[in-house]
């Protein structure tokens, strides 16, 4: 173990961006399999009173929704993918903490971007939270790869 540590490994340097680029695209193939896009038609909107409650109720969560809860994630597919990434960033640092050369604390900005999804849940659109998650995981990942350039 004490030679993984040390030794210099290009694993080290690229897993996490690679994993956090296909967790995007799968997270993004998975919303495009099972979204609701609510269409409004705004004429009668503006004249039937209980087609504008309704849709008043809709738009507060947004046009797009994923489909199941909208304030958590239900899906074992997402949860699966951002505790691996949450999991796979902490013992990235770890084994970056150990070696002097290459301490940085960069792969907790990426675990803190796979927990974002997981343990915030508002009144609002779980997308938001999704967005926000993984741009958070880009960027951690991506300033991870220069910071372990020289493992």
């Known amino acids: 173990m004490k030679n993984f540590i040390n030794k210099p490994n290009i694993f080290k340097r690229w897993i996490l961006f690679l994993y956090s680029i296909l967790t995007l695209i799968i997270t993004i193939i998975y919303i495009i399999f ?15 009173g209980t087609y504008r409650a309704k849709v008043d109720e809709i738009l507060k969560h947004g046009v797009f929704w994923i489909n199941g809860n909208l304030t958590a994630i239900n899906s074992s597919l997402l949860i699966l ?9 902490l013992l990235i640092f770890y084994l970056a903490w150990h070696n002097l050369a290459t301490r940085t604390r960069t792969p907790i900005l ?9 343990l915030v849940h508002g009144d609002g659109n779980i997308l938001k939270s999704l967005i926000i998650g993984y741009i958070f995981i880009i960027a951690g990942a991506s300033f991870s790869v220069q910071a372990l350039r020289f493992s």
């Open 110 to 118: 990426c675990f803190a971007g796979f927990l974002i999804p997981l």
């Open 34 to 48: 099972n979204h609701t896009f609510f269409k409004v038609d705004w004429q009668r909107y503006d004249i039937d």
């Open 81 to 89: 993918l951002l505790a691996i990434g949450a999991i796979l960033s």
